[in-house]
């Protein structure tokens, strides 16, 4: 594939010039014509139209088509340059649930970007299902779920577990750590998020599983767009709730009787490319730093 033309073509349709792209990319008018016209040769057809008077370039159908292609092999051909310059680059492809990206991990992130030599990090969020098929695939690296799935391909490791909270607004009766009974809280007032099969079944033993108007979401991230009415409450893993109440006025408290706590769960896969090994073991030993193996966090 013809790079240099595959260079000009992007820059053209960037700056919606040939002039421009030329300036851009310090050369002559004529030398990015040329390559241009080379790349339509290669490719058997033409990738912009050019026609008098028009102030902007105008791509054909085949150009349309390539744009994303040409980005992509743009995209190798630096990454080829890297490593022929630089050597083996470390990388690391990461799937995770969105509550353990957002709430969770972040100090995992903060520490794999300032390592040196750097790390090309990845991170896609996906449900579990998504995860455990990435990992099986060996499309990612990692993934980071709260709940498992029995696979021969896979091997999964707990990273902590954690106990669950209450949380409220703010008022002046209610302060932290103090424990509620279950049937204090009206069911159709909660804002619910489905964390596990275990916490789903105790949680659907306390109160009724088919209430019509609870809230249900995906992203405990969107509890305070919801949580506006006193009698509203959710039941989140403690590190949620401890991020939530630092910019929203909520309170934690307890549940007089526990509900199945929180997981996080590495998965890699069972014979992991060893071109990654080195990066999951870095991650590996953040996650001990930060966590510790088995840990169990405390609500209070």
């Not at 999964?156 to 932290?176: G, S």
Request: glycine share 4%; hydrophobic share 40%; with cysteine.
């Amino acid at each position: 594939m013809y790079f240099l033309g595959i260079e000009a073509f992007i820059a053209i349709v960037q700056t919606q010039s040939i002039s421009k792209a030329a300036n851009l990319l310090h050369l002559s008018q004529a030398t990015v014509s040329y390559r241009l016209k080379t790349l339509e040769e290669e490719m058997g057809g033409l990738l912009m139209e050019r026609k008098k008077g028009l102030k902007k370039i105008s791509l054909t159908p085949m150009g349309e088509s390539f744009f994303s292609i040409a980005e992509r092999l743009d995209a190798l051909r630096r990454e080829t340059q890297i490593l022929q310059t630089n050597g083996p680059q470390l990388a690391l492809s990461i799937s995770v649930a969105e509550s353990l990206s957002h709430f969770v991990l972040p100090p995992v992130y903060h520490r794999l970007s300032q390592y040196s030599p750097p790390i090309r990090l990845q991170i896609r969020t996906q449900h579990t299902q998504e995860a455990f098929h990435s990992i099986e695939s060996r499309e990612m690296d990692v993934a980071f779920v709260v709940r498992e799935i029995v696979s021969p391909s896979v091997t999964v490791k707990p990273i902590f577990t954690e106990d669950m909270v209450l949380l409220r607004l703010a008022a002046p009766e209610r302060q932290t750590g103090d424990s509620v009974d279950k049937k204090d809280l009206n069911p159709c007032y909660e804002i619910y998020v489905n964390l596990n099969k275990e916490f789903q079944f105790k949680h659907d033993q306390w109160w009724d599983p088919v209430c019509p108007s609870r809230i249900h979401l995906d992203n405990a991230g969107l509890i305070p767009v919801f949580m506006k009415d006193m009698q509203h409450w959710a039941i989140v893993p403690a590190s949620v709730g401890k991020q939530l109440i630092q910019s929203n006025p909520f309170v934690l408290q307890k549940l007089s009787e526990k509900i199945p706590g929180w997981r996080c769960l590495q998965v890699i896969h069972k014979f992991p490319n060893e071109s990654t090994m080195k990066s999951i073991r870095i991650l590996d030993q953040y996650l001990q730093e930060i966590f510790g193996v088995f840990q169990s966090w405390s609500s209070f």
